[in-house]
């Protein structure tokens, strides 16, 4: 019989063995330190590196309360992944979360984000965090710190996984509920960028199905396919937030997955539906295409899509125009999307008219 090897005739197996290379690692850090340094805003303590970021709450509150919101970017990392396109799917990360603390009247303070991959490649991580920075400063919060894991044998090769969250800040007395919205009040639509973050299953599977090539333009787009679905998603802060104080705002919606039926009504109080006027918009052309080319019906289209409508705003009686100038005047497309209206047990929360 051959001589056991004993333990230390066994080839010594470093972590780099195992696929983790912590180097690289420690280069990232030192690569993504600046992009989040450029987020800085008042309140921001300490850099990256700490075991948790710092934070100290701006003055000026009588009542703070904090907001908080996660999310992911869903099946478009797949087209972004597959495209080798990574510089903006860090702000639709951003957008996501930032967009759905601003339903209740919160500014963003701050953001953290969890990047994760098979193999660590530092230039493609880079990139996803150069958007997330961008989007960070859109919002205007701060990337305070994040986490980046390497797990090789989980992810296939060129793949990685995103989430993140953002804490936000409101006035307790003026956070934007609901409670106040009523029969008669008017519903504000703010334009989407695009398909924003939400229904690319569906997009994927068009896209396969019918055949079609990211880099070509197809009619009714002027622009490459691959351009249109990795359009990163509108943040709407800075042009929501200003409106608070100048107008009767008592409810709004991020239009997400699950489109408008699923997601305008969420604030409303029992008894009232949305009414939308679907002859007051039409939609873009990335989802006529879409809707075309896959043979997917209207209410298929408005279930699963944004359609074109990213934002909604529900306001006072007779201020829905004033509000439409006001955002017109920024060079914002935003239009009178429909009205609240009372409705029976029987009837649903949302109809189109």
């Known amino acids: 019989m051959g001589k056991r090897p004993t333990r230390n005739d066994r080839p010594k197996l470093t972590y780099r063995d195992a696929g983790v290379d912590v180097e690289e690692g420690d280069r990232l850090v030192d690569e993504i330190g600046p992009l989040a340094k450029a987020t800085n805003i008042p309140g921001v303590m300490g850099g990256l590196g700490g075991f948790g970021g710092l934070?100290?709450?701006?003055?000026?509150?009588?009542?703070?309360?904090?907001?908080?919101?996660?999310?992911?970017?869903?099946?478009?990392?797949?087209?972004?992944?597959?495209?080798?396109?990574?510089?903006?799917?860090?702000?639709?990360?951003?957008?996501?979360?930032?967009?759905?603390?601003?339903?209740?009247?919160?500014?963003?303070?701050?953001?953290?984000?969890?990047?994760?991959?098979?193999k660590l490649e530092v230039p493609v991580a880079r990139d996803v965090i150069r958007g997330i920075a961008d989007g960070c400063r859109e919002a205007g919060c701060a990337l305070l710190g994040g986490e980046t894991a390497e797990m090789p044998g989980f992810y296939r090769p060129g793949e990685y996984d995103l989430a993140g969250f953002v804490v936000g800040i409101a006035e307790r007395r003026k956070l934007v509920t609901g409670q106040r919205i009523e029969a008669g009040d008017e519903i504000v639509a703010i334009a989407s960028s695009g398909i924003h973050s939400n229904g690319y299953s569906l997009v994927r599977k068009i896209i396969e199905t019918a055949g079609l090539h990211p880099e070509r333009a197809y009619a009714p787009l002027k622009i490459p396919l691959g351009d249109a679905v990795l359009a990163p998603t509108r943040i709407y802060v800075k042009t929501v937030l200003p409106l608070l104080s100048r107008f009767d705002i008592r409810g709004m919606a991020h239009i997400t997955g699950g489109g408008l039926p699923g997601n305008l009504p969420r604030q409303f109080p029992a008894k009232l539906r949305a009414a939308v006027n679907r002859s007051s918009w039409e939609f873009p052309p990335v989802f006529r295409l879409l809707q075309e080319r896959g043979n997917v019906d209207d209410r298929e289209m408005l279930a699963t899509f944004n359609c074109g409508v990213g934002f909604c705003l529900i306001v006072k009686k007779g201020q829905g125009q004033k509000i439409v100038r006001a955002l017109r005047a920024r060079r914002e497309n935003a239009w009178l999307l429909g009205l609240v209206e009372k409705r029976s047990r029987k009837d649903e929360d949302f109809v189109l008219c």
């Open 55 to 118: 934070f100290r709450l701006p003055g000026g509150y009588r009542e703070p309360v904090l907001v908080s919101g996660t999310d992911g970017v869903g099946t478009k990392l797949k087209l972004a992944q597959e495209l080798r396109r990574h510089g903006t799917i860090g702000i639709d990360l951003v957008a996501m979360c930032a967009n759905d603390v601003l339903v209740q009247g919160a500014k963003p303070l701050f953001f953290l984000d969890y990047y994760a991959t098979g």
